[in-house]
């Protein structure tokens, strides 16, 4: 069955430090998404992708984050100066141009910033 | 603002009872609900939808009711077994984007 997949399963790093968190979505899905969720909190939405630019974003995704779709099936999530609240868990996921309120998530990258 | 939230945080049911997991919604313009499971280390996963112009639906072993009038969804998990014990998420969806709003969870604990 295909599945998006997240590398890497968990990104330890200094405060100030830049991370790229990366996703491969499922392949013939257009749709594509980050969301990330703090340690017992739901899970919140940060960013949508769709024909190579963002759709939508959220007030947490501000100018410390960006998403690039570099290869065709690769979509990372860039933190340029992470912060000790950036600590969470980080989902990517994807949905198909059909069915696109159903979203596929990956199994996440847990960030933690020390 | 838009917020979808949960009754019951916790709760237990017996291996081989039904369960029933309650959300709340408030932003009336979504049009599709969504029920995700989330199992620890792993991320959310789908388990049914439904339209904003059905009130029920039904997939194998559950079934999601949507009551518009009181903005109320349920999930609804037939013979449960323990390998149903997860986070049960109801999320919306709202918006151009397709953003998913997730609300706070309930934990399912199936007693054997």
């Known amino acids: 069955e295909p599945e998006v997949t997240q590398t890497p399963s968990h990104q330890v790093t200094q405060m100030g430090q830049e991370v790229i968190l990366r996703c491969v979505p499922i392949?013939?899905?257009?749709?594509f998404y980050w969301y990330r969720q703090i340690l017992g909190q739901k899970v919140e939405f940060l960013v949508s992708f769709y024909n190579n630019e963002i759709s939508e974003k959220s007030e947490i995704f501000d100018d410390q984050f960006s998403v690039e779709r570099p290869d065709g099936s690769n979509f990372t999530l860039k933190i340029r100066s992470t912060k000790l609240e950036d600590s969470a868990m980080y989902f990517c996921?994807?949905?198909?141009?059909?069915?696109?309120?159903?979203?596929?998530f990956g199994a996440g990258t847990r960030l933690s910033v020390l | 603002g838009e917020s979808v939230g949960l009754h019951l945080p916790t709760l237990s049911v017996q291996e081989g009872d039904n369960s029933i997991i309650n959300c709340a919604y408030s932003n009336s313009a979504s049009d599709y609900f969504i029920w995700y499971k989330q199992e620890s280390g792993k991320g959310p996963q789908f388990i049914i939808d439904?339209?904003?112009?059905?009130d029920k639906r039904q997939g194998q072993r559950v079934t999601v009711l949507l009551n518009k009038t009181v903005k109320h969804l349920s999930l609804q998990i037939a013979a449960t077994q323990p390998g149903d014990s997860a986070v049960y998420f109801c999320a919306e969806n709202s918006g151009y984007g397709n953003k998913l709003v997730f609300g706070a969870g309930t934990i399912l604990r199936v007693k054997s």
């Open positions: 392949s013939n899905h257009l749709y």
């Open positions: 996921a994807s949905s198909d141009p059909i069915a696109k309120n159903i979203q596929y």
């Open positions: 439904i339209r904003s112009n059905m």
